[in-house]
C-alpha cells in the first residue's frame, strides 16, 4: 500500500536571516526545502527599508497584503498597495524599498527559486 501523500504542508518556513529589520520567511524555495523551480516566501518589510539596485536571474511575483511597497523599475518608480500585485521579468533591473511610515507586508514567488548568487546586487 502507498503511504506518501500527494502533497505537503509547511508548518515551519525557513526563517532567513536578515540585518536590515525586514523578516523573511520562506515556505517553499531552496531553503526551506531545496526546491530549486519556485520559491514562496512571506515577507515584513519594516518602514525606511530598502534594497541596493538589482538585477534578478528570476522572475517575480509580488502581492502587497498590507501597507506599500515601492519599486524602481529600469528608472521608473510604482507603488504597490495592499490587494495588488506584480510580475518583474528576470534580467530586470530594479530596486525595492518601503519608504513609507507603516510596514509592508507582502508574498514573493520566485521562479526559478530565489537565490543570493541569482540576485546581482549592486555596490550601494
Request: aromatic share 10%.
Amino acid at each position: 500500500m502507498n503511504t506518501s501523500k500527494n502533497y505537503r504542508i509547511q508548518k515551519s518556513p525557513f526563517v532567513v536571516p536578515t540585518d536590515d529589520g525586514k523578516t523573511i520567511k520562506e515556505h517553499f524555495g531552496l531553503a526551506s526545502d531545496g526546491n530549486s523551480d519556485i520559491s514562496i516566501a512571506h515577507m515584513v518589510a519594516p518602514p525606511g527599508w530598502s534594497e541596493p539596485f538589482q538585477t534578478p536571474k528570476f522572475d517575480e511575483y509580488t502581492f502587497i497584503i498590507k501597507g506599500k511597497k515601492q519599486f524602481i523599475i529600469d528608472g521608473e518608480t510604482i507603488v504597490l498597495e495592499a490587494g495588488q500585485s506584480i510580475k518583474i521579468e528576470k534580467h530586470t533591473r530594479i530596486q525595492y524599498s518601503n519608504p513609507f511610515t507603516e510596514p509592508c507586508e507582502y508574498i514573493a514567488i520566485c521562479t526559478p527559486a530565489f537565490s543570493i548568487d541569482a540576485v546581482n546586487r549592486e555596490d550601494q
